[in-house]
T-cell receptor, first 115, second 115 residues
Framework: DTEVTQTPKHLVMGMTNKKSLKCEQH?????MYWYKQKAKKPPELMFV???????INESVPSRFSPECPNSSLLNLHLHALQPEDSALYLC??????????????FGAGSRLTVL | AQKITQTQPGMFVQEKEAVTLDCTYD???????LFWYKQPSSGEMIFLIY??????QNATEGRYSLNFQKARKSANLVISASQLGDSAMYFC????????????FGTGTRLQVFP
């Protein structure tokens, strides 16, 4: 069983809907990540939270709004999405530290379809 | 800017044979970490093996080993005794220690193991 839990596994939404993706980990990790993965492409980094503060935003459109309410939870709020935003959204977490060796543990992903 | 190149879009290997998946990288930093992840069709990214830029020994984890050639900037994954369950996408990734929040992925190699 994965130690990073993402819900929902599948989400279908219209372009005017507001929905959220959720991610939870209980490993004591203080860095949490959102990646977007289109079909047959590598994951692309979207956001990074470090100690519950947003540390990286990779120029993601404002229709994606991340939130880190506490050290175990990470949300991605979705509003007014476009069909091209359909993708697999992966959450990950890692120990925070000044080392390149920190391993990211990924969740199983939320597969989003925008109609 | 860091860059990861995986030149093999697809590889085939017979069960119980060994296979090498290629990865080259480009960075001007001296301190960095290299990772390999496996992504089955279910979508979850599974960590396989890590190599630090200062590690003198090639990393090994069970059937996985990393052929690290620092001067050539290559970090090839070797899977020994392939199993049918090894069929998946494999991604090489790198993180520079100066930018520890960013793990960047290569384009991936699809491995298919046949009986």
């Amino acid at each position: 069983d994965t130690e990073v839990t993402q819900t929902p596994k599948h989400l279908v939404m219209g372009m005017t809907n507001k929905k959220s993706l959720k991610c939870e980990q209980h490993m004591g990790h203080r860095a949490m990540y959102w990646y977007k993965q289109k079909a047959k492409k590598p994951p692309e980094l979207m956001f990074v939270y470090s100690y519950e503060k947003l540390s990286i935003n990779e120029s993601v459109p404002s229709r994606f709004s991340p939130e880190c309410p506490n050290s175990s939870l990470l949300n991605l709020h979705l509003h007014a999405l476009q069909p091209e935003d359909s993708a697999l959204y992966l959450c990950a977490s890692s120990i925070q530290g000044y080392s390149g060796a920190n391993v990211l543990t990924f969740g199983a992903g939320s597969r989003l379809t925008v109609l | 800017a860091q860059k990861i190149t995986q030149t093999q879009p697809g590889m085939f290997v017979q069960e119980k044979e060994a296979v090498t998946l290629d990865c080259t990288y480009d960075t001007s930093d001296q301190s960095y970490g290299l990772f390999w992840y496996k992504q089955p069709s279910s979508g979850e990214m599974i960590f396989l093996i890590y190599q630090g830029s200062y590690d003198e020994q090639n990393a090994t984890e069970g059937r996985y080993s990393l052929n690290f050639q620092k001067a050539r900037k290559s970090a090839n994954l070797v899977i020994s005794a392939s199993q049918l369950g090894d069929s998946a996408m494999y991604f090489c990734a790198m993180r520079e220690w100066a930018d520890t929040d960013k793990l960047i992925f290569g384009t991936g190699t699809r491995l298919q193991v046949f009986p």
